[in-house]
């Protein structure tokens, strides 16, 4: 079971350069997340989706762009890259809403990202 | 607008002692509560969690938790702890209406247990 992938794990940028973080869920989740977590911030969340051709802003949207094409995927971008987005990035799905008995968030494993 | 705060940022405790993890929240509505447990270099994975009826729930690993209204806190609990329950342990509220977009998350306890 694959669950929640995140690509790339790690990677390092220059400021100014762009990229592209890709989550993919093989859950047939109707939703997905994109969270930053910063030290002695816990997790914040960037931007959302409810379903496939959405997004919507989060908590910190600001510098980034997000796509969710086709169901399964949700892709996080940086323009342009700054020092203050270099941060763990966590992307997550669901299929419900927190109330349902045994709905919960699955989370991937996390992209270190840090801007140089 | 709601609100978590984690009293430690890092607990230490023996192996096979007891412990508890502090959480406070506040908020103007009606709330579901959470605690997820992040290992090194892993996503988050959910522990337990409240929606309503019994105020003592039992999540996984043998941790539990108990809702206080009153107190407005959610502390979570473990009688005896194990080298595998290392771990960053984050609470975690949102409104009882609504979709996980307005969950917010604590600031994180790292919990060490000293063999």
């Known amino acids: 079971n694959a669950g929640v992938t995140q690509t790339p794990k790690f990677r390092v940028l220059k400021t100014g350069q762009s990229m592209t973080l890709l989550c993919a869920q093989d859950?047939?989740?109707?939703?997905m997340y994109w969270y930053r977590q910063d030290p002695g911030m816990g997790l914040r969340l960037i931007h959302y989706s409810v379903g496939e051709g959405t997004t919507a802003k989060g908590e910190v949207p600001d510098g980034y762009n997000v796509s969710r094409l086709k169901k399964q995927n949700f892709l996080l971008g940086l323009e342009s890259a700054a020092p203050s987005q270099t941060s763990v990035y966590f992307c997550?799905?669901?299929?419900?809403?927190?109330?349902?008995?045994?709905?919960?968030?699955?989370f991937g494993s996390g992209t270190q990202l840090s801007v140089l | 607008a709601q609100s978590v705060t984690q009293l430690d940022s890092q607990v230490p405790v023996f192996e096979e002692a007891p412990v508890e993890l502090r959480c406070n929240y506040s908020?103007?509505?009606?709330?579901?509560l959470f605690w997820y447990v992040q290992y090194p270099n892993q996503g988050l994975q959910l522990l337990l969690k409240y929606l309503s009826g019994s105020t003592l729930v039992k999540g996984i690993n043998g941790f539990e938790a108990e809702f206080n209204k009153s107190q407005t806190s959610f502390h979570l609990r473990k009688p005896s702890v194990h080298i595998s329950d290392t771990a960053e342990y984050f609470c975690?509220?949102?409104?009882?209406?609504?979709?996980?977009?307005?969950?917010?998350f604590g600031i994180g306890t790292k919990l060490q247990v000293i063999p």
């Open positions: 908020s103007s509505v009606s709330v579901y």
């Open positions: 997550a799905s669901s299929s419900l809403f927190p109330g349902q008995l045994g709905e919960k968030l699955f």
């Open positions: 975690a509220v949102t409104p009882n209406s609504g979709g996980y977009q307005k969950v917010t």
């Open positions: 859950m047939n989740h109707e939703y």
